[in-house]
């Protein structure tokens, strides 16, 4: 089984700073998925990225880019230029992908506060 | 193109009442994800199903949780009779059709349990 831990319950910082959330993992596995989901107010959850472990290179979505560290098993986000719109809960998971589909593993989030 | 729809988006009932969430995923896709969300357990997953086929319900709390996928495009979660350490936000998420490992989410339900 496979566990994910993010050490962070709450982190607040200033509109336009750079953030990083931070996000462990524990999984014997070698194929598998890492992915941050961000969830507003509303409840609804969205995939902000994805990493797939084989690849070395982290992943990058506009403001959102990854420190993926396979070795330390550790799996960071980075927000940078943040804006008020990205205050949310933030949700590390881990997807197993040796074995076609499977469910996800959530941390137990991140609530980000950007002030103005 | 239409999500995953959840219905109904809030529920209220009484310990005891059987209560159905609704899932409809998104076309095409062929896999099938039931999630509960609590504050005390964050996001666990209840049960997943692959083409219809339920594969792995090991989340399931209990014998009063059953979950069916009688078609491609219908899935419910029901609790009989349901408890107030049930109120929680559940999700239904699916995935396939192209990117296989992107779940996509519904809005949730919300139940309480009074």
């Known amino acids: 089984a496979q566990t994910v831990t993010q050490s962070q319950p709450e982190m607040s910082v200033q509109e336009a700073e750079t953030v990083t959330l931070s996000c462990t993992y524990d999984t014997s596995e070698s194929n598998y998925y890492l992915f941050w989901y961000k969830q507003p107010p509303s409840r609804q959850m969205i995939l902000v990225i994805r990493q797939e472990a084989y690849k070395q290179q982290n992943a990058t979505e506009n403001r959102f880019s990854v420190n993926f560290q396979k070795a330390a098993k550790s799996f960071s986000l980075k927000i940078s230029d943040s804006q008020l719109g990205d205050t949310a809960m933030y949700f590390c998971a881990f997807l197993y992908s040796g074995g076609g589909a499977d469910g996800l593993t959530f941390g137990k989030g991140t609530h980000l506060i950007i002030q103005p | 193109d239409a999500g995953v729809i959840q219905s109904p988006r809030h529920e209220v009932t009484e310990m005891g009442q059987e209560v159905t969430l609704r899932c409809k995923p998104i076309s095409g896709h062929n896999s099938l994800f039931w999630y509960r969300q609590t504050m005390m357990r964050g996001l666990e997953l209840l049960i997943y199903?692959?083409?219809?086929?339920?594969?792995?319900d090991s989340g399931m709390p209990e014998d009063r949780f059953s979950a069916k996928m009688p078609n491609a495009s219908f899935s419910t979660l029901k609790i009989q009779p349901s408890e107030p350490r049930d109120s929680a936000v559940y999700f239904c998420?699916?995935?396939?059709?192209?990117?296989?490992?992107?779940?996509?989410f519904g809005p949730g339900t919300r139940l309480t349990v009074t």
């Open positions: 199903f692959n083409n219809n086929v339920p594969i792995d």
């Open positions: 998420a699916s995935s396939g059709a192209g990117v296989v490992y992107e779940q996509y």
